[in-house]
């Protein structure tokens, strides 16, 4: 399977930095104990530029998984689907797949989340369409 590769820039809350800093505790609830929501997007290629698919209904449902996990972010909806095209544009892909997350930081000693920060993030690196490999006996 191919690696990531990576881009130069990450968005989390409200911030760009750069890909190495974007780090997450051990001890975070999101490691331990997978307290953390996701969607993965894609984003085309167009000759008008990057077209982002179906950016809203992948930020509504990003939004409806948080609130079932109770995890409310300190971002609105807009906000985070502004992010994703943000951090296309800044690090000037032209097709590539988008990772909006929110997950439960460090902070918590247990389970119960509601001690543990809430953080928000948008990755984003080049995606190509791949061809499967050869089948081999």
């Not at 881009?7 to 997978?34: C, M, N, R, T």
């Not at 209904?57 to 502004?82: E, T």
Request: glycine share 6%; net charge neutral.
């Amino acid at each position: 399977m191919p690696r990531i590769v990576e881009a130069d820039w990450i968005w989390k809350d409200g911030e760009f930095i750069p890909w190495a800093d974007a780090k997450v505790h051990v001890l975070s609830l999101a490691v331990q104990f997978g307290s953390s929501v996701f969607e993965g997007i894609r984003c085309y290629e167009t000759g008008e530029g990057p077209a982002v698919f179906r950016l809203d209904d992948h930020i509504r449902r990003l939004f409806d998984s948080c609130r079932i996990y109770r995890m409310v972010p300190d971002h609105a909806p807009d906000a985070v689907a502004r992010a994703c095209t943000a951090v296309v544009e800044r690090n000037e892909l032209n097709a590539c797949y988008i990772r909006p997350m929110v997950l439960r930081g460090y902070g918590a000693a247990g389970m119960l989340p509601f001690d543990s920060p809430i953080e928000t993030w948008v990755s984003c690196f080049p995606w190509t369409r791949r061809r499967p490999p050869p089948f081999s006996r």
